[in-house]
């Protein structure tokens, strides 16, 4: 299959349009039906813009050089075709470190990361420059500050052997699914909201509300698999870096993070209460999604949660929100209504057996 139609964004308008791509050969060209080619690029500038490119799903390309351009492949047999033609179109580009980031990468990753922030400190490093934190130092510090939040912030940390032990296998099959080095760990607290965060390191932990509001085992595993997504994709602490430069490289540099750690175990709750860009959520909910699948889970749990989310939403704004997931798609927030539209639904287990299901719920008793 040479084309397809594929969805196009030109970088310059916010909405995307069907148009027609066609394989040549070594170029990919883009029609409009009106306007004859719109573009034409070279395979090899064509990249993924996701850092974790699902197995089925859309493609989603960037090209090199035309910041803002995007394909969104949703036809698997021309996204087999595109990437057997083209195979970096299916990784994410090396990313560019600034020349001065490059030079100082051979002092050691944390001195450099923590040197650049110090004399530099621009938030638009914060990708760049967590990349250079090593993940030793980012779980050490994560264990910190899960451990100060929820000792300190006055919530009661659940624990029982049998929650406890279902929590560990459910991550460490999660984590075994994500191909992790490390296994997250999974702490439940005893707070009424139905949601979940997670600090640096892949330190999770779920809020009491969210097991007791699920109906079923698979919603609780499907928000654990997208807080995965955030702490496979370092958002926490990327969010951290952009706000907390200097002190969390000082931390870095030092070696040292008990201070820091303690710093922002104080603003507690503001760490789950911020909201990540659409950008992040987006990401998390498709590493969700892959984690879920390539582990034998069913989706269904994760794509109902964030239906009963919006449901609750609606009912709170008093609105009914059914004609806006085009719209919202492009929109600074994805609304959960457009989330929970884009969760397909694989089938599977549901994670936990009823056993494993029923010690959890009974964690906080
Ligand atoms: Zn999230």
């Not at 914060?126 to 100060?148: K, M, N």
Request: proline residues 5%; contains cysteine.
């Amino acid at each position: 299959m040479r084309s397809a139609t594929v969805r196009y964004l030109d970088g310059k308008s916010a909405a995307a349009r069907a148009v027609t791509a066609e394989l040549e050969l070594s170029r990919l060209a883009v029609y409009d039906d009106g306007d004859g080619v719109l573009s034409r690029w070279p395979l090899d500038s064509l990249h993924s813009v996701d850092r974790w490119t699902v197995a089925r799903g859309p493609l989603r390309l960037g090209v090199r050089g035309e910041p803002g351009v995007r394909l969104i492949v949703e036809d698997h047999a021309f996204r087999q075709t595109l990437l057997s033609a083209a195979p970096n179109a299916g990784r994410p580009p090396k990313r560019p470190l600034p020349p001065a980031l490059k030079r100082l990468s051979i002092m050691g990753a944390a001195m450099a990361a923590a040197f650049t922030a110090l004399f530099v400190a621009a938030p638009w490093y914060a990708g760049p420059v967590t990349e250079l934190i090593p993940l030793s130092w980012e779980r050490q510090f994560g264990e910190q500050v899960s451990d100060l939040i929820n000792t300190n912030a006055g919530w009661g940390v659940c624990e029982s052997e049998a929650g406890n032990a279902a929590l560990d296998r459910l991550s460490n099959r999660l984590a075994a699914s994500a191909g992790l080095s490390y296994v997250p760990t999974v702490t439940v607290v005893s707070l009424p909201q139905n949601n979940a965060f997670v600090v640096p390191g892949g330190y999770i932990t779920l809020l009491s509300g969210l097991i007791e509001q699920s109906t079923s085992p698979d919603e609780v595993v499907g928000v654990v698999a997208h807080e995965f997504g955030h702490a496979i994709e370092r958002h926490s602490l990327k969010r951290l870096v952009r706000a907390n430069a200097r002190s969390v490289l000082l931390g870095a540099m030092l070696g040292g993070s008990t201070l820091i750690a303690r710093q922002i175990a104080e603003a507690g709750a503001s760490l789950w209460e911020l909201q990540y860009s659409r950008e992040a959520e987006e990401e998390a909910d498709r590493i969700a999604v892959d984690i879920l699948r390539r582990a034998g889970i069913t989706t269904a749990g994760l794509k109902r949660w964030f239906g009963r989310l919006a449901e609750e939403e609606g009912a709170e704004t008093g609105t009914d929100d059914q004609s806006t997931p085009a719209t919202n798609y492009f929109s600074t927030h994805p609304s959960t209504l457009a989330r929970f539209q884009d969760v397909p639904v694989y089938a599977g287990d549901q994670g936990l057996d009823d056993s494993e299901w029923q010690a959890i719920r009974t964690i906080c008793d």
